[in-house]
């Protein structure tokens, strides 16, 4: 998802590849796919929202359920339990968490109210919100408040704040102020405590996240997104042969073994033979490929596939609206390389040194690392951090790649790749 700016934007799905990558620089993307339905005409009060919850690496940028068919979870617990169907009636717990600069959770509290005076050992929390008025004029309401008597912690440069409505938030920043009488224009936000163990535990410059998280047999979900439409395949059989017409489709499905499977089904373009599918030819797809269980998300001009290749991300399917449509977000496979320090040196006209030292291995199994050009591996010699590559064209681009041979033997190939002009 895009929340630049302190509000929803629609992006691409390449778009949402380049800003989360930026954003996240340890994280290397190796295909994506759309997401969820959104508020593609902008008529939301704060406009352009997912439909249903939206959360990446345990921040719930959205937590709304919503009347999507559930809530798609994703777990990496090392079982086969790698989807999980979240229903609508999930526990939803707002919470209040001390975080660090990497965003571990050092101390979380649970927050009673909203924009009310909390009681006796309550606390609440303070946000404005955006109103839907004439002509979508998505207008932002500031709260004014009055702390008198009570411990205030006010956020006054968030990170990020999303007040999303009356019930959905999601607020990060730094504890600026202890200001008991401010009005909170967009980006801020403030807690109220008449709870001791938290203002205790409270200080300016305290950096604080704010939102709902999931509760009860839900709380491990760390990355969630809403089903949109319909459930399609559910232990093996299908609930419901659902819309009998064909569209183009985008769906996500979970083999017995916990695989997690992706397809983006082309359609409404005739005269290539794309057609599209209705949802018991979507069930019917999900089985054929094994899986057990199977879910629907948004289609239409939304449905887009792309992985990397070379260096870029590739377009795999044909969008039916002829080029790629801006959503309200998307779902990507992603992986944490080592983190390496590397650079190009001693450019000449037929060779170049590329130096690489690894800072963090991030838990990779690294005995001997490589980098690859034209197809062919160098292999960095033991304690050194520089490998020659020579035989090369002189006024040529050339891409490299890096990977490593691990314990067993195994070659890995890695995400993180440079380029260079000889």
Known sequence: MNYTGNKWNLTTVRGFIQDFEAKNPEWHVMAAVNGDGFDIRSQGAFPRQPQDITAGLGNFFKSHLGDANGVLGFRRNGTTDTLVHIPNTAERVLTLEVIDEKETVLKSFVIQKINQE?????????????????????????????????????????????????????????????????????????????????????????????????????????????????????????????????????????????????FVIDGRQFGKGFYGLSYAGLSALLKYYDCVDGYNLDGGGSSTLLIKKDGDFLVTNSPSDGQERSDGNCILIVAKDPQLKYQTENLTSDSVTIRADVLNDNNHDIQELFVEVNNQKYYYPANQSTVTIPNLESSSYYYYKFGYKDSANNEITLLTQGFFTL
Request: glycine residues 12%.
């Open 118 to 262: 909390p009681g006796d050992n309550e606390v609440s929390l303070y946000y404005g919100l955006y109103e839907n008025q004439a002509e979508a004029n998505h207008v932002y309401i500031p709260k004014a408040y009055n702390f008198t008597g009570l411990e205030s912690w006010v956020v006054e440069q968030g990170e990020t704040v999303l007040p999303n409505s009356a019930n959905d938030f999601y607020g990060i920043g730094q504890i600026s102020s202890n200001l008991r009488e401010t009005s909170l224009e967009v980006g801020k936000f403030a807690i109220a405590s008449n709870n001791a163990t938290l203002n205790s535990e409270l200080a300016i410059g305290n950096r604080i996240r704010v939102q709902y998280r999931l509760g009860g047999e839900y709380a491990d979900i760390e990355n969630a997104i809403g089903v949109f439409g319909s459930v399609l395949l559910k232990d093996g059989e299908a609930p419901s042969t659902g819309n009998p017409d064909v569209h183009p489709r985008t769906i996500i499905g979970k083999k017995a073994d916990g695989t997690i499977m992706m």
